[in-house]
């Protein structure tokens, strides 16, 4: 059974940068598209960033375009959120999810109920 474990995260001054990891254990995640989500207190779970199985494609809200970099490493089973400039309405609890393999999960509009695995989550807090 896939399990996902998210690190990475913690206190960051506006402006700063943070890389969230996802690493994944119990099966290969070769077959899986990922998907970074957040929820910040008292909101509702968000979309962030999505990358396909392959890595050739990647989507992001248009919140964090330009700013975040999605990435994978399969050889390392890790799936990597680079997150620059970072902005105190980026402050939330970071979730990274796969999908059912081959699903193709990673679309322009990708949604949390496409996903069916997901890690406890990490922290980033961005406050000056």
């Known amino acids: 059974q896939l399990q996902l474990v998210e690190s990475g995260g913690g206190l960051v001054q506006p402006g700063g940068s943070l890389r969230l990891s996802c690493a994944a254990s119990?099966?290969?995640?070769?077959?899986?598209?990922i998907g970074w989500f957040r929820q910040a207190p008292g909101k509702e779970r968000e979309r962030v960033s999505c990358?396909?199985?392959?890595?050739?494609?990647?989507h992001y809200v248009d919140s964090v375009k330009g700013r975040f970099t999605i990435s994978r490493d399969n050889a390392k089973n890790t799936v990597y959120l680079q997150m620059d400039s970072l902005k105190p309405e980026d402050t939330a609890v970071y979730y990274c999810?796969?999908?059912?393999?081959?699903?193709?999960?990673?679309?322009?509009?990708?949604?949390?109920?496409?996903?069916?695995?997901w890690g406890q989550g990490t922290q980033v807090t961005v406050s000056s």
């Open positions: 999810a796969a999908d059912r393999p081959y699903s193709s999960a990673c679309l322009m509009y990708f949604t949390a109920r496409d996903y069916d695995s």
């Open positions: 119990g099966n290969t995640l070769d077959y899986h598209a």
């Open positions: 990358i396909t199985s392959s890595g050739g494609v990647t």
